[in-house]
């Protein structure tokens, strides 16, 4: 396995392994390429991502890069957790081929100046709470896709509205990567997989247990036949109130296409929250689908 952290030389050494890995016979085919991007402090839910990545392409890029534009001032850039050595030992057992880790600077050179702005959807749900995140996010991704050109690029649906935002960068600007998306990797408890859930204490780390348990009564009602999207709101903010440890930014129950928020409950919902638990901000969500097809009688 290979780490390289300067852009071109990345472009250079991926044109060589794709005519080395691919295929010898006439026609000769170019290895097929599948990028896996992250901030590292790689957990069970990076690895999923990257054992599909394993089984579907010739070459397996990891990106590892901790992207200054998509975090606010006040975020936690800084203390974010950061383990190079620890994340190499697990891209080496995942079989992952290159590792992609830049420096700041070597993505963000002085004078850099474009961005990529994925309107209306960036606005919502984290990106009110965080602005500009969707647009750093937007912007990483996109260049990522250019210094890698993958065939295909992995994503988790922990991060279900950065999905739709990448989803929608990839067709409004006539990408060629296919985006696949894998479930929400989850501890045995129901929290979602986090490099940020190092940040939780002990007691925290209890008290976080009200999300995942939240969004499981919440499938249950709507599986039980709730259509009303108010009552489910209302009744999700109550559940994770009544922890005391926990302060919510925002419960959607959304269409999963546009995050707009529904009134009522169709064939498509996702029911997504963003939970300060002390100081440490959590994300989760799910998305139920093929609902008009059962229980609403
Ligand atoms: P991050 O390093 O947090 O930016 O995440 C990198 C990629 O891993 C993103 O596509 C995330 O959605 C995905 N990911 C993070 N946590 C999980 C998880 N628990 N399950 C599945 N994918 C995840």
Redesign the pocket.
Known sequence: MEIIGDPQKLRKRLDELRVERGSGFQPPRAATVGL???????????L??VRAARQDNELVVLS?FVNPVQFGPQEDYEEYPRDLKRDTNLAQEAGVDLIFAPKAAQMYPEGYRTFVEVEGLSDKLCGASRPGHFRGVATVVTKLFHIVGPDRA??????GQ??LVIKRLVQDLNMRVEIVV?????EKDGL?????NVYLGAEERQAARVIPDTLHWAEAQVRAGERDADRLREAIRERIAAEPLARIDYVSVNDGHELEEVDRIGDRVMVAVAVWIGKTRLIDNIVLEGLSRCGES
């Open positions: 896996v991007p992250t901030m590292g402090y790689l957990h069970e839910g990076h999923a991502l590892i992995y994503f988790g649906q922990k991060d950065q999905v894998l479930p929400t990797v989850r979602a997989v986090s490099s940020r």
